[in-house]
């Protein structure tokens, strides 16, 4: 893993639309795999306003959505079609025809499942995978002690994801309690990994991802056996690594075109 940390959030921010500006300039269809939740607002809003500039396009650019709600249709405002569109999607030069987001009201939600895996392999894979981490170690909506070699289906939410996401529902009793999403496996098929964690309420789960054994109980860890992940923190994400002091002298001694900023 590439490990980086900086001071503040608008330094991560920053690194990371700079990935994300890398694959759209360099590529010419480039595929990219988008998060939900708070982590990568940032990011969105600074891919917003470098396409503004005229940085960047996402002109033939495809994306695949990690998860979805189940029983929240798209018009839902906690419904992860209606994030990605607020956030992201009505603000830039996306085809609407390339974005692609897992229908939680699919009356065969295996066939949802099976459907979305093959539009992955039909646009040719994801070229880079935005993630966040959850505080118990999920990434996408696996929750630990699922399967690390797991595919698109659909899951239950752990009692702690729920309590976390219930800040975003009026009624915490309003918080489906199933997901459809990528699974662990489908995320490592990636060829690029983008990780992102912010603030003191991740960094244990940052550090098993990192610095942990491989296992079910932080489904993130199987990271580590990705070809290229990168892993952007904030100081407090980053508080409990064992060894951080090698994560900075790795990061000193890059070569120039190994560098994000």
Not at 139 to 156: A, Y
Request: hydrophobic share 40%; charged share 25%.
């Amino acid at each position: 893993m590439e490990v980086i940390i900086r001071a503040t959030l608008d330094a991560c921010t920053s690194i990371a639309a700079t990935i994300v500006a890398k694959h759209l300039r360099e590529r010419k269809c480039p595929v990219l795999g988008l998060a939900t939740g708070s982590t990568p607002e940032r990011l969105y809003a600074e891919l917003i306003a470098m396409f503004r500039r005229g940085e960047i396009s996402f002109g033939g650019c495809t994306t695949f959505n990690l998860d979805e709600y189940v029983g929240l249709d798209a018009s839902h405002p906690q419904s992860y079609h209606y994030d990605m569109r607020t956030k992201l999607f009505d603000h830039v030069d996306l085809e609407p025809s390339r974005t692609h987001l897992l229908d939680g009201c699919s009356t065969d939600l295996r066939a949802e499942c099976r459907d979305y895996e093959q539009r992955i392999s039909t646009a040719g894979g994801i070229h880079l995978q935005i993630l966040g981490i959850g505080a118990n170690g999920h990434i996408g909506f696996n929750e630990p002690f699922g399967s690390l070699s797991s595919r698109t289906w659909v899951k239950i939410l752990s009692r702690r994801t729920l309590e976390d996401n219930a800040r975003y529902f009026q009624d915490r009793n309003d918080v489906p309690r199933q997901v459809i999403t990528m699974g662990v496996g489908t995320i490592l098929k990636a060829a690029h990994c983008l990780v992102m964690a912010f603030g003191r309420q991740k960094a244990e789960a940052v550090c098993q991802m990192i610095e942990g054994p491989v296992t079910a109980r932080c489904p993130a860890s199987a990271l580590q056996l990705h070809r290229r992940t990168t892993v952007i923190l904030d100081e407090p994400a980053a508080c409990l690594l064992q060894h951080r002091a090698d994560f900075e002298w790795i990061e000193r001694n890059k070569l120039p075109w190994q560098r994000y900023d």
